[in-house]
């Protein structure tokens, strides 16, 4: 069992910067591959970005690609997502999550196990 906490989202400006984290607890947070996504109002959830369990091999969805950086540290069990130049159309709830699978890299919401209870970003433009 693994707990997700996220934090540090707000209401920011376009072309602003933002860093969420992910807090886990539980059991064995490096044997996992973590993973945000995020939901806008009226929309399915749709995935951001993704670690290996190692912290190696991140993977991004093509919106992101370039602005974002999601990063871990398996000695604080927590993973990040660093959000810079933010457009409107990133304003959502943003989840991590966590998946078990080996396969790399798992950008599917079917994917992960546990999830946390999501943090607001709002873009102003």
């Known amino acids: 069992q693994v707990q997700l906490v996220e934090s540090g989202g707000g209401l920011v400006q376009t072309g602003d910067s933002l860093r969420l984290s992910c807090a886990a607890s539980g059991h064995m947070f490096s044997s996992y591959a973590m993973g945000w996504f995020r939901q806008a109002p009226g929309k399915e959830r749709e995935f951001v970005a993704a670690i290996a369990r190692s912290g190696s091999e991140p993977a991004y969805a093509d919106s992101v690609k370039g602005r974002f950086a999601i990063s871990r540290d398996n000695a604080k069990n927590t993973v990040y997502l660093q959000m810079n130049s933010l457009k409107p159309e990133d304003a959502a709830v943003y989840y991590c999550?966590?998946?078990?699978?080996?396969?790399?890299?798992?950008?599917?919401?079917?994917?992960?196990?546990?999830w946390g209870q999501g943090t607001q970003v709002t873009v102003s433009s």
């Open positions: 999550a966590a998946s078990p699978f080996n396969s790399w890299p798992v950008t599917t919401t079917h994917s992960y196990r546990y």
